[in-house]
């Protein structure tokens, strides 16, 4: 496949050609004459990636049918099938997932050229969107954001808080500017940022807390257990021990923590969060044989650093000097 840069240089070549013959461009070449649009494409991307139609709608925020027709236009104008029914589900056929792979491409150089554009038409961002992990507690992001205002008084900033693939998934879907989370995606390069230290936790009245001696898995398989749920689209991942009988799920450490001052449950939780009650004897770390202390690195992730304005850069300077300092040594 040609990649975007050598059609661009062809392109100027052949309008260069064409303005020394005095001809017109469209009589040389239908540049503008694109048998499928943009919104087709991302339809196609959407099916395959959501495993079908319906979920592609939601993705896209359109109704089912809309997509299909996109599809449908799509097939007609390549004479080409891209899906077939195998019992009630579409499959993407080899066709399908060729110019699934070249489309995604595609996609991904045409908003790069978007976003371009708007950088040389902005010298500093209005906006800048970040996802967060909560494995880092709020209160530092915002604590970062408050020494980054000083600089940037007029970058307005949304935070979305994420848990374990929801962050992976804004970056993939270009929801985010910047990303704090504990993998980088692939074709994304993140920078170590911190790493964050989990005990195993309990009221101090708990019954784990009772047994005079060290605890296993067994033992904790009788109790309830407090999980944080992963915030992704399609919640891929989870961490760590979650055998327990009884389990309760919830979507922010903050709720869990709550779980566990009550005396509900255990949990696994960052050290920022409950350095406070465990120096205050109201939380106690579990006596756990194995799996004592469990540590997640962290990553500073760009959706795209090339087109960063400085307003974004100068986020993820602070975010790399200040978040070391407030949650231990990365």
């Known amino acids: 496949m040609i990649n975007s840069d050598i059609w661009l240089d062809l392109i100027e070549l052949l309008d260069g050609f064409v303005m020394s013959m005095e001809i017109t461009p469209p009589a040389v070449i239908g540049i503008s004459e694109n048998k499928v ?3 087709q494409w991302r339809a196609l991307l959407a099916v395959i990636d959501a495993g079908g139609y319906a979920r592609a709608a939601e993705l896209l925020n359109k109704s089912q049918s809309s997509v299909s027709y996109a599809i449908s236009q799509l097939e007609s104008a390549l004479s080409v099938k891209v899906f077939q029914l195998q019992g009630r589900k579409a499959v993407a056929t080899p066709a399908g997932e060729l110019l699934y792979r070249r489309a995604k491409q595609l996609l991904e150089q045409a908003e790069r ?3 371009s554009a708007g950088c040389l038409s902005v010298q500093v961002e209005p906006l800048i969107k970040i996802a967060a992990d909560l494995i880092i507690p709020p209160a530092r992001i915002l604590q970062c954001l408050e020494v980054f205002s000083e600089h940037f008084p007029e970058t307005r900033v949304e935070v979305f808080e994420s848990v374990l693939s929801g962050t992976e998934d804004a970056l993939l879907q270009r929801q985010v500017d910047l990303a704090i989370g504990g993998r980088v995606p692939p074709g994304f390069m993140g920078e170590k940022l911190v790493t964050v230290t989990m005990h195993g936790v309990s009221s101090a ?4 807390q009772q047994l005079g001696r060290p605890i296993n898995y067994e ?3 009788q109790h309830r257990q407090i999980i944080v749920r992963d915030s992704g ?7 760590g021990w979650q055998e327990a009988d009884q389990r309760w799920t919830v979507s922010h ?5 709550d779980a566990i001052r009550m005396g509900l449950g255990f949990a696994w939780l960052p050290d920022p969060y409950t350095h406070e009650d465990i120096a205050a004897g109201r939380l106690k770390y579990l006596p756990v044989e194995v799996g004592y202390v469990r540590e997640v690195t962290t990553y500073l992730t760009f959706a795209d650093r090339d087109f960063a ?6 986020l993820a300077e602070v975010l790399k000097q200040e978040l070391p300092k407030m949650c231990g040594a990365g």
Do not use: F, N, V
């Open 37 to 39: 649009t943009l919104e």
């Open 113 to 115: 050229l978007e976003k």
């Open 205 to 208: 009245d708990h019954p784990l």
């Open 219 to 221: 033992d904790m398989r």
């Open 233 to 239: 689209q399609y919640r891929r991942r989870s961490e």
């Open 253 to 257: 450490i903050k709720t869990s923590l």
């Open 309 to 314: 304005g400085p307003a974004t850069r100068h």
